[in-house]
């Protein structure tokens, strides 16, 4: 089993961040896809959470993320490929169960979920 880093084998971060900016502007803070990497790139959930709502001057409620899921499960099953995956070690990790990126929000990203189900590239 390999356990990613994300941007070590499987660079999602981007993708991410592009739906992050789209998020953000759905809950009305317009940022650039760069503001949105300085701001919260390696910052906790909860950091994260206090600047959207001091942004914003109310607090998001409790399931504030449910309706945004979808928008990076989707993103990420359009445009996560092999080419992003693996690049020119392919061959390599062909083999290697990877896990897809879903459903659970993991920590240090607005709403970067991950399912872990594995598969093979």
Same mark, same amino acid.
């Given at each position: 089993? %390999? =356990? /990613?880093?994300?941007? !070590?084998?499987? /660079?999602?971060?981007? %993708?991410? @961040?592009?739906?992050?900016? #789209? @998020?953000? #502007?759905?809950?009305? +803070?317009?940022? $650039?896809? *760069?503001? !949105? @990497?300085?701001? =919260?790139?390696?910052? $906790? /959930?909860?950091?994260? !959470? ?27 099953? *359009? ?12 061959? =390599?990790?062909? #083999? %290697?169960?990877? =896990?897809? %990126? #879903? ?12 399912? +872990?189900? /594995?598969?093979? @590239?």
């Amino acid at each position: 089993m %390999i =356990f /990613d880093c994300d941007g !070590v084998l499987v /660079d999602s971060e981007r %993708i991410a @961040v592009r739906v992050d900016v #789209a @998020v953000l #502007a759905q809950l009305g +803070w317009a940022m $650039t896809e *760069a503001e !949105v @990497v300085e701001r =919260f790139m390696g910052r $906790t /959930d909860a950091y994260m !959470v206090s600047q959207i709502e001091g942004q914003l001057g109310r607090p998001l409620p409790a399931n504030w993320e449910e309706p945004f899921q979808h928008l990076y499960r989707e993103a990420f099953e *359009a445009e996560l490929t092999c080419s992003t995956i693996c690049g020119s070690s392919h061959d =390599f990790f062909g #083999a %290697i169960p990877i =896990f897809n %990126i #879903a459903t659970i929000p993991l920590s240090g990203k607005l709403l970067t979920p991950v399912n +872990w189900t /594995d598969t093979t @590239v």
